[in-house]
Structures are given as C-alpha cells and as structure tokens.
C-alpha cells in the first residue's frame, strides 16, 4: 500500500459543504420548501391512486429521503466534532425538524399506499413493474404500524422535538461538559470523559481504581439530573406507545430490526443457559492479572504487560486492515484504502467530540465519512475495522433505490462485526500476537454476550416500570444496573459499575429503543457468515455482497435463509456460534499457562 504518512488523521467535511455556506443554506431552504409542499399536496391527493400519481409519489418519497438523509448525516457528523458549539447544535436542531417533516409525509405515504384497495392495487403494482417497489409497499401494506390518526401523528413529532429529542439533546450537552479531576501525575487536570476513557485499561491497577472513583464521585454530583432526563426520555416514549395502542414494548425495536420475537427469544435463552462458560476465563484472568478478585475495570485489561506497549499509528491501523483482508476480502480492502487516501476518517481524541464511533454515509453525494478516538491500540484497530465494515455496508446501497437503503441494526452489527472478524482472523500470528488477539475476541464476547444481556434485561425492566408510571430515582437506577450485572457475572466481581445506567448512550437514543441486543445478534450472526466464510473465502465475497444488498428489505430470518440457509428461530445455529467463542477460551487458557 503507498499511502502517504503525511495523509490527515483528520476528515475534512468540506467536499460536502461549507457550514456556513451559500450551498449548504441552499440545500437546506429548498428540501424545507419542498417538504412543506408536498405535505400539503398530497394531503389534499391522498385518495388518487392513479398508477402515473402512484408512480410519481413514489419518486418523491425516494428523492426527499435522500436529501434529508444528506441533511442529518452531515449534521450528526459536524455536532460529533463538537457537542457544545452553537452553530452545530442550531443545525443539528435544523435537521432535526426536517427530519420530523419527512416523518409526517411517510405517515401519509403510509396511509395512501394502504388505501389502495383491491382490483386497483393489482393494476397498480402491474405498472409498476419493480419487483423491488412492489415487495416495500407490500411490505408496508402488511405491517405498518401507525395506528393514529394523521393528525395525531404530525402533534407527536412535533412535540418530540421540545420533548423526547430535548431530552435526548440534554443528555448528550450535559455528558460531553462533565469534567473530571484526573491526570497520571498527582495533579488533578480537569478532562473529559473521552479522555478519562484512556486510562479505563491502565496496567497499573491503582489508577484503574482511582478512575473508577473519580468517574463515581463526579456523576454522583449530577446523579439526579441524569435520572430525571433518562425517566422522562423513557417516559415519552411509553406514552407515545400507549397512545398508539401497542401492546408489547417491544414490537417498535423488534418491527425496526425486522426480527421475530421467536429469534430473539432464542437468541437470549441460549445466551444465558451458557453464561457459566466465562467463568473459567474470569478465572485465568485473575491468575494473569494477580488479584484476589476481578472488577468490572479488569475485566478488559491485556494479560499481559507487553500488550500495552503495542501502539499503531492510524496509516498503521489501516495498513493492517488492508494487507489482512486484500487476498479473501478484495472489494472490502480497496474499499478501506479508498476512504483513507480520501480523508474521511477522523481519528482523533479531542474535548467535546462524542465518544464512541461511527459511519455516516451520503447518498446524494455518494461519500462515506467514519468517526473513532482512536488510542492505538489493537483493539481500537477492531473497532476501526468495525465501523469501517458498517461504511462499507453503506456503499454497497448507494447504488439502491433510497427505501432500500435503509437496513435494521440487527444487519448493521452483522456486516460491522463480519469486517472485524475477517481482519482479525486473516494472517499468521506469531504466540503473543494469538493470545492478543484471544484476549480481544473473548473480550468481545464478554461485551456483546454478558455487558448486552443486562443492558437489554435493565432497559427492558426500565420500561416495564414507565409503562407502570413509576418513576424511578438515582438510586433505584443504581441499584436495578448494579443487580442486573450480578445476576449475569454472579458474584465473581468486587466492583460493579454503578452509573452504567449514565454511561451507556445507547439507553437515550432516539431512534433506536433496544439498540443494545442488535449488537449481540451481529455479533454470533457474523460468527456464522464467517463459518460460511472460511468453507469458501473467495466464492464468499459474491455472495455476501448479494446479502448486503438485500438488507434493505428482507427479515433477517428471511435474509439467513436465502443466502446461506440458516434458521434462526433454532437453537443450534446459536449455539454453533457459542461453542466458537467457549474454544476460543479454552485455547487462550492453554496458551497463558505454558
């Protein structure tokens, strides 16, 4: 690879726009205008169903996904560089609005294509022809799930942006000014989570503790204000819920994941009938670490002291992915090379840039843009690798109508965390790169296996009780996180991490209710494609590429069974994909005991 070392480690958001551009106000103005038109055009059309009206809504609904899909993404990309600057935050407002905009006429659009009515539809769908369009408003036809009236539905997200987003925008403004007095000296410099973050692995367990108590002590002092905005963020949802007349709290995350309640249900009971398999990698983690008793702080610490010391540069990251999937991944590995030579990876640590990473694709402009605070090290290659794999997910679509673009988060995770897994998996590796790379994969299904499974048992108990009208104090919150972690580690662990309930973004996300356990589905799905994987490496990059772009439509049932035959309403493809992770443990314990 002949990337050049001076390349930024930085994206440069301007091939994009401008924000405080001409073209940017331009764009905006005209999908605010056109919003607003065809709202009330098509209100007043909603009972012409002609084939050449139902044609041409079609196109408009396409058009206007995409620009305001344009919109928010280049929004969330500028707010995540800074949480606290006011021209990011008037924008992402701005965009927040259209977006509402665009709701209401999918609302509408929902409507119109149900009201089609017998002969009509037929002739209508003959006319169209695409199989593609035909089987979306099908789709549509059988499962939407507006069950308000329109005018409900438009006073719902109006009132989302001063109710439900500005919790959401509170949380996220409040999270990224928190300061923390921390340094690796004895003085105490004032840093931000993100960067307190750095020192969560620190070989020296004593700073490890002091983390875990300066992180404590600062979010007790706002204890009360975060429980109050995740109660009513929780709370506005199950409103909306009972409004709606929905009778299980998860039939919105389940609909937007396009998985049965059969799948998931099986999923989590093979989970938790294996929880017992980590107990054994606790315990060699103990003998490793030399301490009488784990903490949640240890649990993801390298073994090994060298494994601090292996820090790469981001061209390095990227070099690595390249040369690691190049021969059985080619269109992935030039993809990869592509975005780096393109800038449009930002891999610093800064105050006030959101933690955590992301991908943000462009469909009008056809660019992809990822986000990580990158510490290099090898796990921050994973994730690298991982956030990469959900760009590359995305470029695969831009190609497809914009109603196909959209895919669950179930496959989002799948496609994410396939990519990590072919780049963790390719290449030899020498003793101390295998038990590295153990240790990360274990670590791994310690997150998404054990760390989800209390986060969607906590979040689902959360909104079991709002559902009630309860509301639940600090202190309760602590309490039902802290329990909930004891009953999937038992009580191998002497500190719990109490303020998981603040820490954890996902629980005020938007969009997303139960974003967690899409992430544990991801993750032992792409153990299965990466089965499929090695029976076939080259045969398999066609076929995969094929899956992705059928993401947009299909179940997930419907998607494993087409393109690799896999049931997964059945246990025994969930615990394939357990007992990979429980030889996994068995060999580390092997190699760390030599």
Not at 159 to 176: C, H, M, P, R, V
């Amino acid at each position: 690879m002949s990337t050049s070392s001076t390349m930024k480690d930085r994206w440069s958001l301007e091939s994009l726009y401008h924000i405080h551009s001409k073209p940017l106000e331009e764009f905006i103005k005209n999908l605010e205008d056109d919003l607003t038109g065809y709202l009330s055009f098509y209100k007043d059309h909603i009972l012409d169903h002609s084939s050449k009206r139902v044609k041409e809504f079609i196109c408009v609904m396409e058009d206007v996904h995409k620009r305001t899909e344009q919109l928010n993404e280049f929004a969330y990309c500028v707010i995540s560089e800074n949480r606290t600057e006011a021209t990011a935050i008037q924008l992402d407002a701005r965009s927040h609005g259209i977006k509402q905009k665009l709701d209401s006429l999918q609302v509408i659009f929902q409507k119109y294509v149900c009201g089609i009515r017998g002969t009509q539809w037929n002739e209508v769908k003959s006319d169209i022809g695409d199989r593609h369009i035909i089987l979306f408003m099908e789709e549509i036809r059988k499962s939407v799930l507006v069950t308000l009236t329109e005018k409900a539905e438009e006073i719902i997200n109006d009132l989302s942006i001063e109710g439900i987003k500005a919790w959401s925008d509170l949380y996220q403004q409040t999270i990224s000014q928190l300061r923390f007095p921390f340094s690796a000296g004895e003085t105490g410099e004032l840093i931000t989570l993100g960067q307190l973050s750095q020192y969560n692995s620190d070989e020296d367990r004593n700073v490890r503790l002091r983390v875990h108590d300066i992180r404590s002590k600062v979010l007790k002092e706002k204890e009360d204000l975060f429980a109050t905005i995740l109660n009513h963020f929780a709370g506005f949802r199950m409103k909306v819920y009972k409004h709606k007349g929905w009778d299980s709290i998860l039939k919105e995350p389940l609909n937007r994941n396009r998985m049965s309640k059969e799948t998931l249900d099986t999923m989590w009971a093979v989970i938790k009938s294996n929880n017992h398999i980590f107990q054994p990698y606790f315990e060699q983690k103990k003998r490793l670490l030399h301490i009488s008793r784990l903490s949640y702080f240890d649990i993801f610490v390298p073994s090994k002291a060298e494994a601090n010391q292996n820090k790469y540069t981001p061209q390095a990251a990227i070099n690595i992915i390249v040369e690691k999937t190049k021969d059985d991944f080619t269109e992935f590995s030039s993809f990869v090379e592509d975005v780096y030579q393109n800038g449009w990876i930002d891999f610093g640590i800064r105050p006030n840039k959101q933690l955590g990473g992301f991908a943000a694709g462009f469909p009008v402009s056809k660019e992809i843009r990822v986000s990580v605070n990158f510490n290099g090290t090898l796990k921050d290659v994973a994730i690298l690798a991982h956030e990469l794999g959900h760009a590359f997910h995305t470029t695969i679509l831009f190609d497809q109508p914009s109603f196909l673009q959209k895919y669950p988060m179930t496959l989002a995770e799948t496609a994410s965390t396939f990519s990590e897994l072919v780049f963790t998996e390719s290449g030899q590796m020498s003793k101390g790169e295998k038990i590295l790379y153990l240790e990360e994969e274990i670590n791994a299904a310690v997150l998404y296996l054990l760390y989800v499974q209390f986060h969607f048992d906590f979040e689902l108990e959360l909104y079991e009780l709002k559902n009630k009208g309860e509301f639940l104090t600090a202190k309760q919150l602590t309490e039902r996180v802290v329990k909930k972690q004891q009953e999937v580690f038992g009580d191998c662990l002497e500190h719990y991490q109490d303020y998981f309930w603040i820490l954890t973004p996902h629980f005020y996300y938007l969009n997303e209710p139960f974003y967690n356990f899409s992430y544990t589905f991801g993750y032992l799905f792409s153990y299965g494609l990466l089965k499929e994987y090695k029976k076939g490496r080259r045969e398999f990059e066609e076929k995969y590429i094929l899956f992705l772009k059928d993401t947009g439509l299909l179940s997930v049932e419907e998607l494993s069974l087409k393109h690799f035959g896999i049931d997964l309403t059945q246990p025994v493809f969930w615990m394939d994909s357990i007992q990979k992770i429980k030889k996994n443990i068995e060999e580390y314990i092997q190699l760390t005991s030599d």
